[in-house]
């Protein structure tokens, strides 16, 4: 089984930053995208942000130049540092991997995190 455990969530001021974290483990072979998604109360989950194998990245527009995604690779993590955040940051935040099982010939499976709430005060 793969599992991805996520951390670093909280409640801050706006303006504040939080750096979220999320650990792939289990049987993987190799991983070629992780990601971030958001969803706030009432709305659509979002893509925050997501960043490939080889390190190319995308950002949502509303959090281009306040977020950066990031990864070890050798630790199976990903990491989404936030500044300058919003109250309308403010959502459940989940982390996403596409992965591939250790000595298997399989496609590439889609894993979520269990979400960690960030919290953004005015």
């Known amino acids: 089984q793969v599992q991805l455990v996520e951390s670093g969530g909280g409640l801050v001021q706006a303006g504040g930053s939080l750096r979220l974290s999320c650990a792939a483990s289990?049987?993987?072979?190799?991983?070629?995208?992780m990601g971030w998604y958001r969803q706030a109360p009432g709305s659509q989950r979002e893509l925050v942000a997501f960043?490939?194998?080889?390190?190319?990245?995308n950002y949502a527009d509303s959090v281009k130049g306040r977020f950066t995604i990031s990864r070890d690779n050798a630790k199976n993590t990903v990491y989404l540092q936030m500044n300058s955040l919003k109250p309308e940051d403010t959502a459940v935040y989940y982390c996403?991997?596409?992965?591939?099982?250790?000595?298997?010939?399989?496609?590439?499976?889609?894993?979520w995190g269990q979400g960690t709430q960030v919290t953004v005060s005015s």
């Open positions: 996403n991997a596409k992965v591939k099982a250790l000595y298997g010939l399989g496609p590439f499976q889609g894993y």
């Open positions: 289990g049987s993987i072979s190799s991983i070629n995208v």
């Open positions: 960043i490939t194998n080889g390190l190319s990245t």
